[in-house]
């Protein structure tokens, strides 16, 4: 930053950027989102009998949502440990040791819990942030196009029906939202998220099927 400042010439200028963590998008491999799909699929086909339901403790308005612990995590947690590792070399500061105080310790992770919420028309998630050191949504199916979403509400000067949405205080102390398009096009994406990153969830309106995400907390493994 220094030196860039200093050679400055003339009528040249630098635009500079704070340092800042992110989050992190990535396609599920293949064998992956197959295990995935195998086992919400498998749920609605039961019409959700027998499932463990996590509701209560999410926050979410949403009739079906089932705990997946016991099936995905040792199906997910190698993957997600991977992504979680290159999200803390590619953040400035290094999230991990912030929130845990490692510093250039080996960093073992397990899981919290993993979920998957079924929502229906209508059906949203408020507000809300997560514990642990990350958190992560996988977009499993999405039954409707964004395009068609958005014509809902024609006049609405901010359109966001059925998208996901992050919230974060900019430098000013703004808070700021980003609605992420989620869609078709989406199935199959992972995002994975510092935990404290506000986020929601808008209903959809065009569809009349599950629209199925695919969540969970990654903490530190200290056994």
């Not at 409707?144 to 430098?171: G, M, N, R």
Request: net charge negative.
């Amino acid at each position: 930053m220094k030196d860039q400042i200093s050679s400055l010439q003339g009528d040249q200028a630098l635009f500079f950027t704070f340092p800042n963590n992110g989050v992190l998008f990535h396609r599920v491999p293949v064998d992956i989102m197959d295990q995935v799909r195998q086992v919400t699929d498998s749920m609605i086909e039961k019409k959700f009998e027998g499932g463990i339901k996590a509701g209560y403790k999410l926050t979410a308005n949403i009739l079906n949502e089932f705990d997946f612990t016991k099936e995905l995590a040792p199906v997910l947690l190698d993957y997600v440990t991977s992504l979680a590792l290159f999200h803390d070399r590619s953040s400035q500061p290094h999230h991990i040791g912030q929130v845990t105080n490692v510093a250039s310790t080996p960093k073992k992770f397990k899981f919290k819990d993993v979920w998957a919420n079924f929502q229906l028309k209508h059906e949203f998630h408020p507000h809300h942030i997560h514990g642990g050191v990350y958190s992560f949504v996988i977009w499993t199916k999405i039954p409707y196009k964004l395009e068609d979403e958005l014509a809902t509400f024609p006049e609405a000067t901010l359109k966001c029906a059925s998208t996901f949405v992050f919230y974060y205080t900019d430098i000013l102390g703004q808070v700021r939202s980003l609605p992420i398009p989620v869609d078709q096009d989406y199935e199959g994406i992972i995002c994975l998220f510092p935990k404290g990153l506000g986020h929601s969830v808008n209903p959809f309106y065009t569809s009349d099927d599950y629209r199925v995400a695919v969540s969970g907390d990654v903490v530190m493994d200290t056994d």
